[in-house]
């Protein structure tokens, strides 16, 4: 009978979607004169370098307090799941060793040997076929989770950063080619994020 071997997950990296926060100041309606200035032209002569801005999320993400400590908790569910599982088909093991033996002695009938290696075949299917997916898939929808909750505390913070701060955008780096590193407002972000956990954890 076949070994399983059960593969421990470890998180993958995050998959990172573009952050994107619009805050506009909406016009007053005062002063209504006529403006022949094209659309796009106006638009362009309005926005000042200064509104924009961006963030290295995946460097966020890698050095962010919460982050790390959801992982750890992943990581605990995960081998316990795992330890659970290998237990199983450690003793699914250890029944098939021992009715190889009693049938190599004769220690059995037929129909004895018949029912108990059909049997031992239906323990092995279920935990190849049922339960080691189940398994990877419970796994996977917690990585998911744990990702959106990291994500979520990202854009709650960075929204509230920005009620201040006022920038019109505040982009992923990840979808910039080329960025002046006065706009970079990774640390900024990073360091608040931070503070922001610890001052939490402190008041539980």
Same mark, same amino acid.
């Given at each position: ?91 699914? !093991? ?8 009693? =049938?190599? /002695? *004769?220690?059995?009938?037929? #129909? &004895?040997? +018949? ?6 075949? !239906? ?8 339960? =080691?997916? /189940? *398994?990877?898939?419970?796994? #996977? &929808?917690? +990585? ?16 509230? =950063? ?43």
């Amino acid at each position: 009978m076949k070994k399983i071997i059960a593969i421990l997950w470890l998180p993958k990296l995050l998959v990172i979607t573009l952050l994107f926060i619009s805050c506009g100041n909406s016009d007053t309606g005062q002063n209504k004169a006529v403006d022949t200035t094209p659309t796009e032209e106006k638009q362009a002569a309005e926005t000042k370098v200064t509104d924009i801005a961006y963030i290295r999320l995946d460097s966020v993400i890698q050095k962010y307090d919460y982050y790390h400590e959801l992982k750890r908790e992943f990581e605990q569910k995960a081998k316990k799941k795992n330890d659970e599982f290998m237990s199983k088909m450690n003793a699914l !093991q250890a029944d098939a060793k021992v009715f190889q033996e009693k =049938y190599q /002695k *004769m220690l059995l009938t037929n #129909s &004895e040997a +018949e029912e108990q290696s059909q049997r031992l075949q !239906q323990r092995e299917n279920d935990l190849r076929n049922v339960e =080691y997916p /189940k *398994m990877m898939q419970e796994l #996977s &929808e917690e +990585e998911t989770v744990m990702g959106r909750k990291v994500l979520d505390a990202i854009q709650v913070y960075v929204e509230k =950063y920005n009620i201040e701060k006022k920038y019109s955008l505040i982009l992923n780096a990840a979808t910039i080619m080329v960025g002046a590193p006065s706009m970079d407002i990774t640390s900024e972000i990073l360091g608040g994020l931070n503070q922001e956990y610890i001052a939490n954890k402190t008041k539980k």
